[in-house]
């Protein structure tokens, strides 16, 4: 990472009252250059609050863009922060009306040209991305990074829409304790407190837009996503009501989490002459702060080439280069590279169908496979990617390929193709492609899930075939008798010669997945199944578009960030991820800490504390027994003033019978020992069953 302090253009900070057509006014931090002229303008909007909880990332990269020339400015959204008005849905319409407000008062501002770009990450580039849609005159272009998690914009469901249980509580958990932060009173105008009760007032669990939470489910919610409000569906190139992307998109995806899949369909959907993908092996975040310093790029480097394109029309290549670029994983020097194709799907890519051999075989997992899967969500922590899978390789059904003398390489979305009969209501069906190396370590490459549909005619609650009306099988996603496809997440990895390519079937993915409500009898007939692979490369596929190198700018750069200390501390950290076994009671708990509790204290004196514990046990003996805690707490202090409010969420989700889900979340706001809120809320949430995806065209 290079520090950068000299820039073409000095840098002038100003804070700034956004006005929305409601009369409610948005907080905003503007970095511009000083004696410039009017300049194109940069957004990022969202509800992480620029005074804390995204200072650091703020500063790291809008001076820098604003040293280059540009009016880079964050904005809170509604109901954060130190602005105006009460949270609303992640990515709802009124997030997106809002947005679109902001994007016109930029424009019309004397520093501005009157071109305005919009930068996101994970919910906020879902939400730019239905700001987009269409876009308004003055937004020309759009930097979607890991575009996932807004109800209603483009994303895809946890796993097939399965039934998330670690992404759900977590992201409930977490998107509360957020939302419930105060306004600080340095930087709110009027009554800080007045506000901050009116915004209490106005919360509630976001458990009916979160990932995983039945039919009506679009993906999940931001980290600021609460309340109701009807949210829109469409494909990867829509927002609202269905309407078109119209702006440039640059969209920048993680192997590792969520969003990869939208950066493909994007890319598949888009017309080429404005739209171009990168998809790298760094976690849920921007990739110059990737925690392994050799999958970290330079990202601004990249960006700035696209932001003076589209709003400065400036020649700098972003369209005469590759339409997709991507990281190709693997073992080996050979196995970690980057690539480029310049179309999308590649010509170079053809599907590949390898049968499944020997005969049926029952698919009994025990209740705790999944136990190692990693985060739903990585952002960088320890045992946030999935370790080794040999041990829940060994809790599945397997099927292997070896790979012979050339390598092969995968690239794009497997998907698998099962023949399923027994009884399973209600039952997630996981499946896993790993990389097997000559020691036996095993490497998840790309996985997916669906559930199973409820008794009915034909379906998995009988014992007929367990694809019931929702078959599909064959070549190609074709119809055919007593088959369901299971989508994989995208893949780009080269399996080198003397692996093996293994598929892994389970009937359970805790705790990503609630168990089935009861016992599970499935029987996979490898006849009729079978493994479909993207291969990069194969013997059918056309020979005219070769590989390009896609390397991104190698350092990353930043501006130099705001100095925000972290007292260290006698005691040692608590672990990041703990699994645990309790051999007599046969009980398997998953224990994660996201936020480990340190304060971290700002140059303007503010203490910062964040702390978060989850768990999540099952009893191999018992569906039933599934249970997802989480506890969240945040303070906020500034000693000079005596400042003092904590806010605390306790969750928890367990199944309440075979149909349902009890859901149960406490908050409580403290304003130093004075209680300012305390409410509990008891839901209950369908667990199914979820429809099937569609097989692939």
Do not use: N
Request: a negative charge; one cysteine or more.
């Amino acid at each position: 990472m290079r520090i950068r302090t000299d820039f073409p253009h000095e840098v002038l900070v100003e804070d700034a009252r956004v006005p929305l057509p409601d009369g409610i006014a948005l907080h905003a931090r503007i970095w511009r250059p000083v004696d410039a002229g009017p300049v194109p303008a940069v957004l990022e909007y969202a509800p992480d609050r620029l005074t804390d909880a995204s200072a650091v990332r703020d500063g790291e990269r809008h001076p820098w863009y604003a040293g280059h020339g540009y009016a880079c400015v964050r904005v809170d959204a509604r109901g954060h922060g130190s602005g105006g008005g009460v949270p609303g849905p992640g990515g709802g319409a009124g997030e997106v009306a809002d947005g679109r407000a902001v994007v016109g008062w930029l424009a019309a501002r004397p520093w501005c040209t009157g071109r305005v770009g919009m930068i996101g990450l994970g919910s906020a580039a879902a939400t730019a991305l239905r700001v987009a849609a269409p876009a308004p005159a003055p937004l020309r272009a759009v930097v979607a990074v890991c575009p996932s998690g807004a109800p209603g914009a483009p994303g895809e469901e946890p796993l097939g829409g399965a039934g998330a249980a670690q992404g759900l509580l977590a992201e409930v958990s977490e998107g509360l304790a957020h939302a419930a932060r105060p306004p600080d009173p340095r930087h709110c105008e009027g009554d800080w407190r007045a506000l901050w009760e009116t915004r209490l007032e106005a919360l509630r669990p976001p458990w009916r837009t979160a990932p995983g939470t039945g039919p009506a489910d679009t993906g999940g919610t931001g980290t600021g996503g609460t309340g109701t409000g009807a949210a829109d569906t469409g494909s990867a190139d829509t927002g609202a009501g269905g309407s078109p992307v119209t702006a440039a998109v640059l969209a920048v995806g993680s192997l590792h989490g969520p969003g990869s899949g939208t950066v493909l369909r994007l890319v598949e959907e888009l017309p080429p002459d404005r739209v171009r993908g990168l998809l790298g092996a760094w976690q849920h975040q921007y990739p110059d702060r990737a925690e392994d310093p050799a999958e970290a790029v330079g990202f601004l480097q990249e960006t700035l080439r696209w932001w003076d394109h589209w709003l400065r029309g400036r020649d700098t290549g972003v369209l005469t280069g590759p339409l997709l670029r991507w990281r190709l994983g693997g073992a080996g020097p050979e196995g970690a590279r980057w690539a480029a194709s310049e179309r999308w799907p590649s010509p170079r890519v053809a599907e590949v169908r390898r049968a499944l051999g020997g005969g049926p075989v029952a698919v009994a997992s025990p209740l705790h496979t999944g136990v190692d899967a990693g985060r739903h969500r990585p952002v960088g922590h320890a045992g946030d990617l999935p370790p080794d899978q040999r041990e829940e390789d060994a809790r599945s059904v397997c099927f292997e390929f070896p790979v012979g003398a050339e390598p092969v390489v995968v690239l794009g979305r497997p998907r698998v193709v099962l023949r399923l009969t027994g009884s399973a209501p209600g039952a997630p069906v996981a499946a896993r492609l790993c990389d097997v190396a000559p020691d036996g370590t095993s490497v998840l490459v790309a996985r997916g899930a669906l559930r199973l549909p409820a008794a009915g005619p034909g379906g998995a609650g009988g014992k007929g075939r367990a694809g019931g009306p929702h078959e599909a099988g064959g070549e190609g996603g074709t119809a055919g008798p007593g088959g369901v496809v299971v989508g994989l997440t995208p893949a780009a990895h080269r399996f080198a010669p003397g692996h093996r390519v293994r598929l892994a079937v389970s009937g359970a993915y805790w705790p990503w997945l609630w168990p089935a409500p009861g016992p599970v009898d499935l029987v996979l007939d490898p006849a009729g199944s079978g493994l479909v692979l993207p291969v990069h490369g194969a013997p059918q596929a056309d020979r005219g578009d070769a590989a390009l190198p896609g390397a991104p700018a190698a350092e990353p750069e930043h501006a130099a960030p705001p100095l925000v200390s972290v007292p260290g501390t006698l005691d040692p950290p608590p672990s990041r991820l703990l699994v645990t076994r309790d051999v007599p009671a046969g009980t398997w708990t998953v224990e994660a800490v996201p936020h480990r509790g340190r304060p971290h204290v700002h140059p303007d004196g503010l203490e910062y504390t964040e702390e978060a514990r989850e768990s999540y046990t099952v009893e191999d003996s018992d569906p039933l027994s599934a249970r997802a805690r989480s506890v969240h707490r945040i303070r906020l202090h500034r000693p000079e003033t005596a400042w003092d409010v904590r806010v605390e969420v306790r969750s928890e989700l367990r199944c309440d019978g075979a149909g349902h889900l009890a859901a149960s979340a406490e908050l409580v706001c403290l304003d130093g020992r004075e209680a300012v809120f305390h409410r509990t809320w008891e839901e209950r949430l369908p667990r199914g069953p979820y429809p099937l995806p569609r097989p692939p065209d």
